[in-house]
């Protein structure tokens, strides 16, 4: 069945440094990627989206590229903050436009 | 737009009583709710899916007489806990799809339950 893997985290960073979460993805079809981001105590929030292959999803200096190649939709941001501390989850949704699959998530901290 | 409630946001139950959670479109006709359950960093798994007016489909390994689920209309699903045990302690998230938008979800902000 269709699924995703990303990086382990805890990713720790300081501030200003440049992040990269990687995301791959097995799935039948053609299916919308997705990123969310989960802050401490609150539910999820759409990050960003690509619903086809070559597609930039972008928001809040996030970018990630839904590269059909090599079934990746890696998340970066070349100067994160301290607010940008959250879990963040890759997700995919099949063509169906069912239920979302998503990866175990990776954990971002950010010093100051 | 796109706001999804849910109520409560936390919950506290002694074993075996049963707990509603409500989940609300508030600006928007949901065709279709999701229920998800997160355990302690981990990611979120789905429980059930309900479209407005039939049964909810459930996922494998999902109880359906444990974990009730109803989307009585095209802005309330709720999801019913019944005697609930300490290992059903965990964040219940719901999302909501619009017909209008092929493929993207809104969430709740989820509900802290926690069984003693």
């Known amino acids: 069945g269709d699924s995703v893997t990303q990086m382990e985290g805890p990713v720790t960073l300081s501030e200003e440094a440049f992040l990269t979460i990687n995301c791959t993805y097995t799935?039948?079809?053609?299916?919308?990627l997705f990123w969310y981001v989960q802050y401490p105590g609150e539910g999820l929030q759409l990050l960003l989206k690509?619903?086809?292959?070559?597609d930039k999803g972008s928001n809040k200096g996030f970018e990630a590229t839904y590269r059909k190649e090599t079934t990746s939709f890696h998340l970066e941001k070349g100067s994160v903050q301290v607010s940008d501390s959250a879990v963040y989850f890759c997700?995919?949704?099949?063509?169906?436009?069912?239920?979302?699959?998503f990866g175990k998530g990776t954990t971002l901290s950010v010093s100051s | 737009g796109a706001v999804v409630s849910q109520h409560p946001s936390r919950v506290i139950c002694k074993s075996g009583t049963s707990v509603k959670i409500e989940c609300r479109s508030l600006?928007?006709?949901?065709?279709?709710m999701f229920w998800y359950r997160q355990f302690p960093k981990q990611s979120l798994m789905l429980m059930a899916t309900?479209?407005?007016?039939?049964?909810?489909?459930?996922e494998q390994g999902v109880e359906k007489d444990k974990f009730l689920i109803n989307h009585a209309s095209l802005t309330l699903s709720t999801l019913t806990v019944t005697s609930a045990h300490p290992e059903d302690s965990s964040f219940y998230i719901c999302?909501?799809?619009?017909?209008?938008?092929?493929?993207?979800?809104?969430f709740g902000p989820g509900t802290r339950l926690t069984v003693l």
């Open positions: 999302s909501a799809k619009e017909r209008q938008t092929y493929n993207e979800q809104f």
């Open positions: 799935a039948t079809g053609y299916p919308s």
């Open positions: 690509a619903t086809k292959a070559d």
């Open positions: 997700a995919l949704s099949d063509s169906w436009g069912t239920a979302l699959i």
């Open positions: 600006d928007f006709q949901a065709t279709t």
């Open positions: 309900s479209n407005e007016g039939s049964k909810a489909t459930y």
